[in-house]
């Protein structure tokens, strides 16, 4: 039986924010995967989920498998959860398509020492965020965000304009 709820944010239309518990979902998804394939030695899945990470940061949470089975299965059933700014995870998720990359070019270049240590690294930190919450991506995003001059949204749940999404400081 699905809770009935209203969604604060639309999933795939209001990208400055999301349910922080989809970056969650995303890290389990990943992490189980990449695990998965260094085990098996199945190295394709690395590259299956590095373009999945590249197709979702090019063209949105629409196009990104792990997104859409949250925003359309388990969010509905569950409600959504405390809004974030979502710079940090979609930096934490550039850190992965780069990572998972660079595992299934040393894979195929005959380097599985190399691509099984690079997937298992992927596996370990998302795996990690999805059990702690400690995201070592969003983390350095947020370190090196005041350095380049970027201004972190701290987003309270009554901050958020219902209409459209966004930070009622900003204005609609």
Not at 16 to 25: N, T
Not at 112 to 136: E, I, Q, R, S
Request: hydrophobic share 50%.
């Amino acid at each position: 039986m699905a809770v009935a709820f209203t969604r604060v944010a639309h999933p795939y239309r209001d990208t400055d924010v999301i349910d922080a518990r989809a970056p969650r979902f995303n890290q389990v998804v990943v992490g189980s995967i990449a695990l998965m394939a260094v085990i098996t030695g199945y190295w394709p899945l690395l590259a299956l989920l590095a373009l999945q990470l590249g197709i979702g940061l090019t063209l949105g949470r629409r196009w990104c498998l792990p997104c859409v089975a949250y925003f359309e299965l388990i969010q509905p059933r569950f409600g959504e959860g405390p809004l974030e700014d979502s710079r940090p995870p979609r930096f934490a998720n550039k850190i992965g398509f780069s990572v998972l990359s660079g595992a299934s070019l040393a894979y195929l270049l005959g380097q599985p020492l190399m691509g099984g240590a690079l997937g298992l690294l992927v596996a370990c930190l998302a795996l990690l965020a999805a059990t702690t919450g400690f995201c070592v991506g969003c983390w350095i995003y947020k370190l090196a965000a005041p350095v380049i001059g970027v201004h972190l949204r701290h987003l309270e749940p009554d901050a958020i304009c219902i209409e459209c999404a966004t930070d009622k400081s900003a204005g609609c």
